[in-house]
């Protein structure tokens, strides 16, 4: 699958251009995801002859998109717990599961999702903010 243009139409269906919809979103979660393989201060960096974790996360999920696109929503619900299990403190796999619940019409169960995958991230965070948009959106907060 290749990537997305700025001028190409956003991949979630809205109908409007990538770069007025979810350019931003995606480029603060790619912030995220880089600043979560940063090392801790004062510890040393990674040897990097190892595998580079950050490459094997987008891969896992990339894929699970594709499969989300492709309509194996069982699949991509098999990959995101993967991711969940793997990356832990990382907001990918509850933003997969929560795209797979909204591809299943399952919107409580997405919002759920979303919440989890905000809770991962800093307070003061506007992709934070816009996944709680998207949980109240889906299913209001009690």
């Known amino acids: 699958m290749s990537k997305t243009g700025r001028n190409q139409p956003c991949p979630c269906g809205s109908g409007k251009k990538y770069k007025t919809c979810c350019l931003r979103k995606d480029e603060d979660a790619q912030r995220q ?4 393989a940063l090392p801790p201060a004062g510890r040393p960096s990674r040897d990097p002859r190892e595998d580079d974790g950050l490459e094997l996360l987008d891969s896992r999920s990339n894929r699970v998109i594709d499969l989300i696109d492709e309509g194996r929503l069982d699949e991509a619900e098999a990959a995101s717990h993967e991711l969940l299990s793997l ?27 979303y919440r989890r995958a905000a809770a991962c991230l800093e307070e003061d965070s506007e992709l934070r903010a816009d996944f709680l948009r ?9």
């Open 87 to 113: 990356y832990p403190d990382l907001m990918d796999g509850h933003l997969r599961l929560a795209m797979v619940c909204e591809a299943r019409q399952q919107p409580e169960l997405a919002a759920g999702h």
């Open 134 to 142: 998207q949980a109240n959106k889906l299913a209001p907060a009690v």
């Open 33 to 36: 995801v880089e600043r979560a």
